[in-house]
C-alpha cells in the first residue's frame, strides 16, 4: 500500500514538473517574442545617411561659391524632411501595430 502511495504521489510530481516547465518554455517564448516586437532595428534608407559638399573649387568668384553652397544646402534640407517622413510614418506604423 505504502509503494502504491509513493508510486502515485511520485507520478504527480513528475507530471507537474512537465507542466510548469513547458508553461515556462511558452512564457518565454511569448516575452521573447514581445520584446522583439517592442525594438525593432529598421535600416534606415540609404539616402539618410548621405553627405552634401558644395563643390566649390578654390577661385571661383564668390557669386558662384555662394550659389553652389544654396544649393548644396536646399538639397541637405530636403534630404533632412525625407527622413523625417520616413521616421514619423515608421513610427505611426509601430504604435498601430502594422
Do not use: Y
Not at 61 to 85: E, F, S, Y
Request: charged content about 30%; hydrophobic content about 40%; overall charge positive.
Amino acid at each position: 500500500m505504502l509503494r502504491l502511495l509513493i508510486a502515485v504521489l511520485t507520478a504527480l510530481s513528475l507530471s507537474a514538473c512537465a507542466t510548469a516547465e513547458r508553461r515556462a518554455i511558452e512564457a518565454g517564448a511569448r516575452l521573447g517574442q514581445a520584446a522583439a516586437q517592442e525594438n525593432p532595428d529598421p535600416a534606415l534608407p540609404g539616402d539618410c545617411r548621405r553627405r552634401e559638399r558644395s563643390g566649390v573649387q578654390e577661385g571661383e568668384p564668390l557669386d558662384v561659391a555662394l550659389i553652389k553652397t544654396d544649393q548644396a544646402l536646399g538639397r541637405a534640407n530636403a534630404r533632412v524632411q525625407r527622413c523625417a517622413k520616413w521616421h514619423d510614418t515608421f513610427r505611426q506604423k509601430m504604435k498601430a501595430g502594422l
